[in-house]
């Protein structure tokens, strides 16, 4: 339970909402026995496919697991580089620093996503893929990506931790690379009661290969063809995410609601992150700009709304970065939006008196009422 009036999120919420189907569940999977992989866990994986419009879902043991993986799975390793966004969670770039391949960052625009008119500069004969990172929740622009991949042949791994179920003319997040990538942490749009992953292909070479690589390479309980990882989900999770699959699309829904009430609100006294056409984000974080971002969260703190900055500090400015060799105003777009950005309250089970607080709150500011 937060402190604040208005919590940033309040993730226990949506557990009483549904807690008896989950107790029932989490007794039900207990008393079964099997507790890793298993029927729970090839169940989720089928119906999680098919929300994601992909053939096949492999879940893992979480978010940044399904990047590493993936790009083990598809070859990456020294020498190579990936193109990634700067403005991420710091995970994206370390995935491919994981297996030895070099992030190359690519600034972003407007909506937070990987500029594609800049894109193409940041590619070299080493370059072997785009890692667009669906920030937000807003699908990056997989049309231009695309057409850019597929002209100098690389692969797109999609980072689609923060956007399960958002689209892009109608396709869904995580359908369009050769890998879709997504978290399953608890707070994500579909959040497991502890860490979760899953990886989406139409590849079944990739599917199978991700099998192995996340159990040892154990093709059978005594047979192992590969040197693996030990990278599983576990069945209660998988149990729990099928029920709250079910949901994924009514919470998404209300999510957009609460988002196109702060786009009327406070579009005259912010840049609010309206969506453009055939765009449907699914708000993992509604993210207003303003110069006066430190002045706002300190007055909005003051009056018990709580608010975030995902992320402060770009990743090509991280000391773990320090080595790629980037410096200030090596991405401006990304350093600039890092000094305005602040996540509001948004999620499924927030309500619209809560939204109506910080709102009033918010004009309150602007207009000098404070
Ligand atoms: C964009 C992005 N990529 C990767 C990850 C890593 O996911 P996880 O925390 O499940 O390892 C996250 C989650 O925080 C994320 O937001």
């Given at each position: 339970m937060s402190s604040a009036n208005v919590p940033f999120v309040e993730l226990g919420r949506q557990y009483q909402g549904l807690r008896k189907e989950i107790l029932e569940t989490i007794d039900r999977v207990l008393a079964s026995g099997q507790y890793i992989l298993g029927p729970e866990v090839e169940a989720f994986e089928r119906e999680a496919a098919e929300f994601c419009g992909v053939t096949h879902a492999i879940s893992v043991a979480n978010g940044s697991d399904s990047l590493w993986l993936s790009m083990k799975c598809l070859g990456l390793g020294a020498g190579d580089e990936v193109i990634t966004a700067?403005?991420?969670?710091?995970?994206s770039a370390w995935s491919i620093a994981a297996v030895d391949a070099t992030p190359v960052f690519s600034d972003v625009d407007d909506t937070f996503n990987l500029d594609p008119a800049k894109?193409?500069?940041?590619?070299?004969?080493?370059t072997k893929a785009i890692m667009p990172v669906h920030l937000t929740g807003r699908v990056a622009n997989m049309d231009a990506i695309q057409d850019i991949a597929t002209r100098h042949k690389l692969h797109v791994i999609e980072d689609a931790a923060q956007a399960i179920g958002a689209t892009w003319r109608g396709k869904k997040a995580?359908?369009?690379?050769i890998v879709g990538s997504f978290s399953l942490h608890?707070?994500?749009?579909?959040?497991?009661?502890g860490d979760g992953g899953l990886v989406t292909t139409d590849d079944g070479k990739i599917a199978e290969q991700l099998k192995l690589l996340r159990n040892h390479?154990?093709?059978?309980?005594?047979?192992?063809v590969i040197w693996g990882y030990n990278s599983r989900l576990d069945a209660v999770q998988a149990a729990v995410l099928r029920i709250k699959l079910r949901h994924l699309a009514a919470w998404n829904k209300a999510s957009q609601g609460f988002a196109a009430r702060y786009h009327a609100a406070l579009d005259k006294v912010v840049t609010v992150p309206k969506p453009g056409d055939g765009e449907a984000p699914i708000y993992h974080r509604y993210i207003i700009q303003t110069d006066r971002r430190d002045e706002l969260q300190k007055f909005l703190a003051g009056r018990g709304i709580d608010t975030k900055v995902n992320y402060p500090t770009p990743i090509h400015l991280q000391e773990a970065a320090a080595k790629l060799g980037y410096k200030k105003g090596s991405f401006p777009v990304a350093e600039r939006q890092a000094g305005q950005i602040l996540s509001l309250p948004l999620y499924p089970e927030f309500t619209q008196v809560e939204q109506d607080k910080v709102i009033e709150n918010i004009l309150d500011f602007f207009n000098g009422r404070a």
């Open positions: 700067p403005n991420s969670f710091i995970a894109l193409e500069q940041a590619i070299t004969p080493r995580g359908s369009f690379g608890p707070l994500k749009n579909l959040a497991a009661f390479g154990l093709k059978t309980r005594d047979e192992s």
